[in-house]
């Protein structure tokens, strides 16, 4: 089981200082800020996933995360030297980013230029062009009469995508693409994705990709992949886009899913409202100390009379005095606590985590972890503050998920492991 981690350009600078919390005035972001497989002695995926929606934006409402510069270095370079892989074992994949144009009424790109983008690229897989269906309804497969039951868009969107599916391998098959082309069914109950599968499976794909299934519960996508296990052929394989579970990872293999991408580890790092920090069978809440200047709400407040500057920054940096001589072994837990009390009641309010720090304080999980990020944070790894800080979580999440991965697994390829014991999620 293989695990593609899609880049958004989630990167860390490795001069940020969490003391003074500056950071090199030479720094240039592309040249010197660092992707999870810069940072750890083992990549924490087995390949990386890049959207042509991601990198050039849609046209529409979706703008791109690439400058101009980090477009045209991508196309120049490649995909490998872009991201600085060099001799490291991981593979990468193109997607065109069907969410990131998912209410415009047809897919921005054609299939023309998609595959181009790979070509340009260097990929070593190629998604074909899709169309994301809004919705799902596992009661339609009964419903009469049929398909015209279906809501009209929903048919629409499969068969624009199985329009451009067939020219995308008619085109990448006559200009003999070196990249592998996986084709990606989009559906909106088990029989229509099975109908999806079957038809790429009748144009030639070996890959194919299901897709639009993160809104669906695990229950609904073993459903489908169910129903298309039986009309799945020996040389054909399953890739998840977007979908991680890892709980019923073992029971998507038994249905054929060979592969799978998600963001969800780094995500949770600084979206969740508790799990944050990933760790050995469970997750803890990360410590919040939000910045007054990147707090919109703050300043708000702040600029309205609500709160007083003064008083706010010094409660904000005796949060982070408190919690550095705490992991020094220079203050107690209760101090800390009471610290991260006193400022919540002024950028919060609403909300008591005093009992979740303490436990978090008891624990102390940070100091319990191998990873390389933990060892060189110590507690500002567990502070839910800036980009420097929550970017860092999410990369350990990331050591974590995929060392539990490989615990189920084994190495794909037969890839060595460092120290794949006793970490769970």
Not at 224 to 229: A, F, N, P, R, S
Request: proline fraction near 5%; charge should be neutral; hydrophobic fraction near 35%.
């Amino acid at each position: 089981m293989k695990f593609f981690f899609p880049d958004s350009q989630d990167l860390v600078d490795p001069s940020f200082d969490f003391r003074t919390e500056t950071r090199s005035e030479s720094r240039i972001r592309q040249r010197d800020d660092q992707y999870p497989h810069e940072i750890f002695a083992a990549p924490p995926y087995d390949g990386i996933l890049v959207s042509k929606g991601i990198v050039d934006g849609t046209g529409g409402e979706s703008s791109g995360r690439y400058t101009v510069a980090q477009r045209h270095r991508l196309l120049r370079v490649g995909v490998r030297e872009f991201f600085r892989l060099g001799d490291i074992k991981l593979e990468t994949m193109g997607d065109c980013g069907a969410f990131s144009y998912v209410r415009e009424k047809r897919p921005p790109f054609s299939a023309r230029e998609v595959i181009d983008f790979y070509i340009q690229c260097g990929f070593d897989y190629g998604l074909s062009v899709d169309h994301v269906i809004l919705g799902y309804n596992a009661e339609l497969d009964a419903a009469l009469p049929g398909i015209e039951a279906v809501p009209e868009e929903w048919r629409e969107r499969q068969q624009i995508t199985f329009e451009l599916a067939e020219e995308f391998m008619r085109l990448s098959q006559g200009q003999a693409c070196r990249f592998t082309p996986v084709g990606i069914a989009q559906g909106w109950s088990p029989a229509s994705y099975a109908r999806a599968v079957e038809e790429l499976q009748n144009l030639g794909y070996r890959y194919v990709a299901m897709g639009g299934m993160v809104p669906l519960k695990s229950h609904e996508i073993l459903a489908c992949l169910q129903k298309v296990k039986p009309i799945l052929r020996p040389d054909v394989s399953v890739h998840l886009l977007g979908v991680t579970r890892l709980d019923r990872i073992e029971e998507f293999r038994r249905l054929g899913v060979v592969s799978f991408d998600s963001t969800s580890p780094l995500r949770q790092a600084f979206k969740d409202d508790k799990d944050n920090y990933y760790t050995a069978g469970r997750t803890y809440c990360a410590l919040r100390v939000p910045q007054i200047e990147g707090n919109a709400k703050m300043r708000n407040r702040i600029t309205a009379g609500e709160v007083n500057q003064t008083e706010a920054r010094r409660l904000e940096r005796g949060c982070i005095d408190a919690l550095e001589r705490f992991d020094q072994g220079e203050c107690q837990a209760e101090e800390v606590v009471s610290a991260l009390r006193a400022y919540e009641l002024v950028h919060d309010g609403r909300t008591d985590r005093s009992a979740t720090y303490a436990e978090i304080l008891r624990d102390l999980p940070w100091r319990a972890c191998p990873c390389e990020i933990c060892r060189r944070l110590g507690i500002h790894v567990m502070m839910f503050r800036g980009a420097e800080r929550n970017r860092r979580r999410g990369f350990h999440n990331l050591f974590v998920f995929y060392r539990r991965l490989r615990e189920i697994f084994g190495p794909p390829g037969g890839r060595s492991q460092k120290g794949l014991t006793n970490v769970a999620r």
